[in-house]
Nanobody, 128 residues
Framework: QVRLVESGGGSVQAGGSLRLSCTVS????????MGWFRQAPGEEREGVAA???????NYQASVKGRFTISRDNGKNTLYLQMNSLKPEDTALYYC??????????????????????WGQGTQVTVSS
């Protein structure tokens, strides 16, 4: 069974940075499309960023230019570098994996169903 384990969440002030990590239990899934979602209390789940097997990325409009998704396949790890954090970035962040080498647009509201594997989430809180 595939396990995704996130780490790196925490509390920061607006303008600060955090780096989330996601370790995947089986290396093969690092060859496929992976990404990050987030969900704030009372809000809908939202795609944040995705990266395909060739390293092609796509981002939610609200984070583009501030967040960077990357992967280290040798370490079976996915990352999300988050800079210039804003209070509206506060949410539970989930690492996700698929069995496709290409990614859909993370901005599509139906994209969540594309990813069959989800981590437990790591909390990010940004104070003003």
């Amino acid at each position: 069974q595939v396990r995704l384990v996130e780490s790196g969440g925490g509390s920061v002030q607006a303008g600060g940075s955090l780096r989330l990590s996601c370790t995947v239990s089986h290396y093969i899934y690092t060859q496929y499309c992976m990404g990050w979602f987030r969900q704030a209390p009372g809000e809908e789940r939202e795609g944040v960023a995705a990266i395909d097997s060739d390293g092609i990325t796509n981002y939610q409009a609200s984070v583009k230019g501030r967040f960077t998704i990357s992967r280290d396949n040798g370490k079976n790890t996915l990352y999300l570098q988050m800079n210039s954090l804003k209070p509206e970035d506060t949410a539970l962040y989930y690492c996700v994996a698929s069995v496709s080498r290409t990614c859909p647009s993370i901005r599509d509201v139906h994209t969540a169903s594309f990813f069959g594997y989800w981590g437990q989430g790591t909390q990010v809180t940004v104070s003003s």
